[in-house]
């Protein structure tokens, strides 16, 4: 049974930085694998921010996040990252991490198999 486990979320200004963490375990990971970053603010849909595969350097990220977001990932620590900066309130939201086991890069939420239970992320004005 695959794990996954969000950390890094808090309370931030308006303009700074926060680095997310997710951590993966119960099983091991391959190249056909991918790791995503989605997130969910209060009274919206949850919406994709960004995803990795788990071997090479491929990403993709939603436009409205490239910017200022950037996925990565220690394959040794099993975990990814979700380093966001410049952050605005509306970034405010509970940030999920999941893993789709035998997808390409994707947004959409139904290709995803598991899911973490999120860490909350709240900037201040």
């Known amino acids: 049974q695959v794990q996954l486990a969000e950390s890094g979320g808090g309370l931030v200004q308006a303009g700074g930085s926060l680095r997310l963490s997710c951590v993966a375990s119960g099983r091991t990971f391959s190249g056909r694998n991918v790791m995503g970053w989605f997130r969910q603010a209060p009274g919206k849909e949850r919406e994709f921010v960004a995803a990795i595969r788990w071997a090479g350097a491929s990403t993709y990220s939603a436009d409205s996040f490239e910017a200022r977001f950037t996925i990565s990932r220690d394959n040794a620590k099993n975990t990814v990252y979700l380093q966001m900066n410049s952050l605005k309130p509306e970034d405010t939201a509970v940030y999920y991490c999941?893993?789709?086991?035998?997808?390409?890069?994707?947004?959409?939420?139904?290709?995803?198999?598991?899911w973490g239970q999120g860490t909350q992320v709240t900037v201040s004005s």
């Open positions: 999941a893993v789709g086991l035998g997808v390409g890069l994707t947004n959409r939420q139904h290709d995803y198999d598991y």
